[in-house]
């Protein structure tokens, strides 16, 4: 057994059935084609997670897409995959195609928990106390390597306005489950940009998006994407530590805008993706 339990963590691929394009214009399959192409000089790996926002529509096609691209990519490097959904994805779907939406396993003597934070027809997140307290039963009994927790809505403050709406509710809710458990590192996605963050001591990481990158520098309560596919590596050492690289799989229009909404879309959206009002 390898010293380092060594993960591939993909977010949001937002794939289609058929040639749909992501706003109109990205070819997501193409993305994530690039961002495996890219990373395929690995030559072991314990774990492919992949952090919701798999799909753009839903469709069963989608799915399908996704677990014949990924896993004998992964099988090829002795991984095991793991899919979280999100607030794109539409359980049905998922289901048919890649099984439940909650697994707990073990690879290499490492707990993977898998969450569910989508609310169906919401764009921000939620986790319930039922998946709360089955987590708990869970982190009540370690896991010999330790335990990676895998969701969507990354448990973490948003960098952008609309996704500032769009966050996981109650966070700290999740936070005092996990707090002095065998977690090692929480991984999600949702903010398409790469980010590394703790709680309770905890590294969060929450992966750059497959299908596009949000903007850091709009202007103030504006949201904006732009092109470019990533991933990141996580690997685990055996002495607790935890390293995140990060990467690109560049293409020649990197850089180019995929959507630029103005702070009174941004107030749109979020009224009506966003948690009901108090």
């Known amino acids: ?21 992501h706003y109109g214009t990205v070819d997501t399959r193409a993305n994530l084609e690039r961002v495996l192409a890219r990373a395929s000089a690995i030559e072991r790996l314990d774990l492919v997670a992949c952090t919701g926002d798999l799909s753009d529509d839903g469709t069963p096609e989608s ?19 793991a899919y979280a959904m999100g607030n794109h994805d539409l359980h049905d779907g998922f289901r048919e195609v890649l099984g439940e939406t909650t697994p707990v396993f073990s690879v290499a003597q490492t707990r993977v928990v898998v969450l569910d934070t989508a609310v169906p027809g919401a764009g921000y997140g939620r986790l319930g106390a039922e ?11 370690p896991s010999p390597r330790g335990t990676v927790v895998l969701l969507h809505h990354p448990p973490i403050p948003a960098a952008t306005p609309l996704l500032a709406a769009l966050e996981l509710q109650d966070p700290e809710a999740f936070v005092e489950v996990i707090r ?9 996605g949702h903010y398409h940009l790469s980010l590394v963050d703790a709680v309770a001591g905890i590294p969060v990481v929450v992966s750059g998006g497959v299908a596009n990158q949000s903007d850091l520098f709009a202007p103030a309560g504006h949201e904006g994407a732009v092109r470019g596919a990533a991933g990141t590596i996580v690997r685990l050492d055996a002495d607790g ?29 979020a009224a009506e993706a966003g948690p009901p009002a108090a």
């Open 1 to 21: 057994m390898s010293d380092t339990f060594d993960i591939l963590h993909l977010s949001d691929t937002h794939l289609f059935a058929g040639d749909g394009r």
């Open 131 to 141: 998946q709360l307290d089955l987590l708990a039963q869970q982190l009540a009994t």
């Open 180 to 188: 002095g458990t065998d977690v090692r590192v929480v991984l999600a």
């Open 63 to 81: 799915y399908r897409t996704l677990r014949d691209l990924v896993e004998p990519w992964a099988a090829a490097r002795g991984a095991r995959v």
């Open 241 to 269: 530590g935890v390293r995140v690289l990060p990467f690109t799989a560049a293409a020649p229009d990197d850089g180019g805008i995929v959507f630029a909404l103005d702070a009174d879309e941004v107030a749109r959206i």
